[in-house]
């Protein structure tokens, strides 16, 4: 009974995320049907506005790497089942997200503006390419895993997880962090750059640095000489760059 709750939680946790996803993919493209977006939103003066949205940047950021330490999640599992851990931290990040877009001051001064319709045009494919190689990615390295899916799936069949294992599937053969990459692209081609929207580039754009070299720390930890060669022969985030 107790795992079938488990399997059940992780379903909700999961759609709840997917639904965030998406809804991320309309702020950030400030998509008609959306309210709020990154360029409609709440309104304030340039001070007020700069410290509110620098705020939620930052507390999204604190959360998805605080929870996703190897310390924190052994202490976090004294509380929270070890079935339910990732999908737990999966909710969290949903909420620290939808509070985000929730509470989104909009700065709407523009920085660009592309107004050649090929030019917009080719923003936009990024743009699309972008979110298309975030999803692949996860799918590469174990969706269900990643979202805590499978760990509730497991639990209920009373089967243990099989070891972690360094693949370079498809994208990760050219780069080490193709998911990040995927939202680099995301976050930055637009046809019409503003303040705000900048600010949001910028921010997730430090995050997901800082996040990186924090998941590679780990990641050495657990494949040691293996990742350590991977990591010279493969880019971060572009094709051959950092190659040795």
Same mark, same amino acid.
């Given at each position: ?8 939680? !992780? ?27 990154? *360029?409609?939103?709440? *309104? ?11 705020? $939620? ?10 929870? +996703? ?51 917009? !045009? ?9 979110? $298309? ?80 070299? $924090?998941?590679?720390? *780990?990641?050495? *930890?657990?494949?040691?000489? +293996? ?18």
């Amino acid at each position: 009974m107790v795992r079938a709750f488990y399997l059940a939680y !992780a379903a909700l946790c999961y759609a709840i995320f997917f639904a965030t996803f998406l809804y991320l993919i309309a702020f950030v493209g400030n998509f008609p049907f959306a309210q709020p977006t990154v *360029d409609f939103a709440r *309104d304030a003066p340039p001070g007020r506005t700069l410290l509110i949205d620098v705020a $939620l940047i930052a507390l999204f950021g604190v959360q998805h790497s605080a929870m +996703a330490r190897p310390g924190f999640k052994a202490a976090w599992t004294r509380i929270v089942p070890a079935p339910i851990e990732r999908s737990t931290y999966v909710l969290f990040a949903s909420g620290v997200l939808i509070i985000l877009m929730l509470f989104w001051h909009e700065w709407a001064t523009p920085v660009w503006t592309v107004t050649n319709p090929v030019g917009a !045009a080719v923003l936009w494919a990024l743009f699309g390419l972008g979110w $298309l190689i975030v999803l692949v990615s996860t799918f590469l390295i174990n969706h269900f895993e990643l979202f805590g899916l499978q760990q509730a799936w497991f639990a209920l069949r009373e089967r243990a997880a099989a070891p972690p294992v360094l693949r370079q599937p498809l994208f990760y053969r050219f780069v080490r962090h193709p998911l990040y990459a995927g939202f680099f692209l995301a976050f930055w081609a637009t046809p019409a750059m503003t303040v705000g929207h900048l600010l949001l580039a910028a921010g997730f754009s430090l995050y997901m640095l800082i996040a990186i070299r $924090l998941e590679e720390r *780990d990641l050495l *930890d657990i494949f040691g000489e +293996a990742y350590a060669g991977y990591r010279r022969r493969v880019g971060m985030l572009i094709p051959r760059i950092g190659r040795r």
